[in-house]
């Protein structure tokens, strides 16, 4: 009964030593949160503002001829998984590949793989999958620079004619407690169309004087749009990463007070009945010198 009661003292000190790991890395994440929704928060106008001047280039622009905007026939599909570089984090990462594998299944085409972080990486390479191209280590705040760099080999891919569309599949943060994996199909571009009947606001100027010409700063705006797109993919994916990890620490944290409570109720009841059936001999030897 005494190794028993020890043992149990023994299981809970260690589950109070992963009870201790879990509530840091809960507030480890809680803080990362906090930077990357504001990060977050920061980028989404910029790329709706570049959304918005392109679709104002293209009123002033007769016929687009940019070959990011011109459809293919599709042989080829290509998609970028956006996953974590590190685990702890949930059903974040199941999730994304999950859908990622929903629609690649959908398609009857031949379908390739661009896999951004080490667990979407690691998962595909144990079925055998082969990508056109990994990116790995982000770190915990996502740069420009390597969303230039993904974009790059995007256009790349895609003007190679490796693949006949990129489509980003990553996880969008809605709020610390949903997130909710997404498909946005980057290339081709699909020319923006301005309906007659769409509302403009009072006093908008309607016709710009561009220099040198529409097209050519449709050309130039191009590449930042794709790049815009590629990095707020990634602060979104690390937005709903880090969410997810707080939640699932803080689940880790709440079930470790709740196994201490329950082996510390066990421990408590095994060490009453030893009390008590100590006393009870006690109690019946007395009775036994009595007699």
Do not use: W
């Not at 679709?55 to 622009?61: D, F, K, P, S």
């Not at 602060?235 to 880790?252: D, F, I, P, T, Y």
């Amino acid at each position: 009964m005494a190794e028993h009661v020890r043992d149990i003292k023994r299981r809970i000190r260690s589950i109070q030593n992963t009870e201790q790991i879990t509530k840091a890395m809960e507030m480890v994440a809680a803080a990362r949160l906090r930077h990357a929704q504001e990060r977050v928060e920061s980028a989404r106008p910029y790329s709706e503002k570049i959304d918005e001047l392109i679709r104002r280039l293209a009123e002033n622009t007769s016929e687009i001829t940019h070959p990011l905007f011109i459809p293919r026939e599709r042989h080829k599909v290509g998609y970028v998984v956006f996953t974590s570089d590190s685990g702890l984090c949930g059903a974040f990462n199941s999730h994304v590949i999950r859908r990622a594998e929903v629609e690649m299944s959908a398609q009857e085409v031949d379908v390739s793989l661009v896999i951004v972080g080490r667990k979407g990486r690691d998962y595909f390479r144990r079925r055998n999958h082969t990508f056109l191209a990994e990116f790995l280590a982000i770190g915990d705040k996502p740069l420009m620079s390597q969303a230039r760099g993904i974009a790059g080999a995007l256009v790349d891919l895609y003007n190679g004619n490796i693949v006949d569309e990129v489509n980003l599949v990553y996880t969008e943060f809605i709020s610390t407690g949903r997130q909710q994996p997404v498909m946005f199909k980057l290339l081709p571009l699909t020319a923006p169309q301005i309906e007659e009947s769409e509302e403009r606001d009072e006093g908008a100027v309607s016709d710009y004087i561009i220099e040198p010409d529409a097209q050519s700063v449709l050309e130039m705006l191009l590449p930042r749009f794709i790049e815009a797109e590629i990095f707020r993919a990634q602060l979104e994916a690390k937005a709903s990463e880090e969410a997810a990890r707080m939640l699932a620490m803080g689940n880790a944290t709440e079930n470790a007070k709740e196994m201490i409570d329950q082996l510390t109720l066990l421990s408590n009841k095994l060490r009453q009945a030893a009390i008590t059936r100590e006393i009870s001999e006690i109690v019946g030897g007395a009775e036994a010198l009595k007699g």
